[in-house]
C-alpha cells in the first residue's frame, strides 16, 4: 500500500507565504504525476498545480505567477509553495499521486488533507 502525508497548512494573513509538503512511501514503483487539488466549503475539489516525473508544471489560472510546485530530491516528495495569499485561496488542500505499484497496475492516491485560511 501507499502512504502519503501532508503537512504545512494553517492560518496566513493576505499576501503572506504557505509551504505546503506531501511525502509519498510505500510499494511504489514508479511515480507518474504528483499535484495538489484544493476544496473550498460549497465548491467542487479543482487542480492546483501539477509536476510530471519529467518536471513539467501546470497551474490553474487563478494560481499563476503565485505557487510553484516541485519535488524535492528524493522524486517522492511534492512541494507547493503559495505566495502572495489571497483569501480566495482558503480551502483544504489535498496531495494526490498518480503511480505504479507494480510494473502494471497504476493507480491514483490523495493525502488527507490539510486546510489554509488566509484571514486578517
Known amino acids: 500500500q501507499v502512504q502519503l502525508v501532508e503537512s504545512g497548512g494553517g492560518l496566513v494573513q493576505p499576501g503572506g507565504s504557505l509551504r505546503l509538503s506531501c511525502a509519498a512511501s510505500?510499494?511504489?514503483?514508479?511515480?507518474?504525476?504528483m499535484a495538489w487539488y484544493r476544496q473550498a466549503p460549497g465548491n467542487q475539489r479543482e487542480l492546483v498545480a501539477i509536476?510530471?516525473?519529467?518536471?513539467?508544471?501546470n497551474y490553474a489560472d487563478t494560481v499563476k505567477g503565485r505557487f510553484t510546485i516541485s519535488r524535492g530530491n528524493d522524486k517522492n516528495t511534492v512541494y507547493l509553495q503559495m505566495n502572495s495569499l489571497k483569501p480566495e485561496d482558503t480551502a483544504v488542500y489535498y496531495c494526490?499521486?498518480?503511480?505504479?505499484?507494480?510494473?502494471?497496475?497504476?493507480?491514483?492516491?490523495w493525502g488527507q488533507g490539510t486546510q489554509v485560511t488566509v484571514s486578517s
Open positions: 509536476i510530471t516525473s519529467g518536471g513539467l508544471t
Open positions: 510505500g510499494s511504489i514503483f514508479s511515480i507518474t504525476t
Open positions: 494526490n499521486v498518480n503511480l505504479y505499484v507494480t510494473i502494471l497496475q497504476r493507480r491514483d492516491f
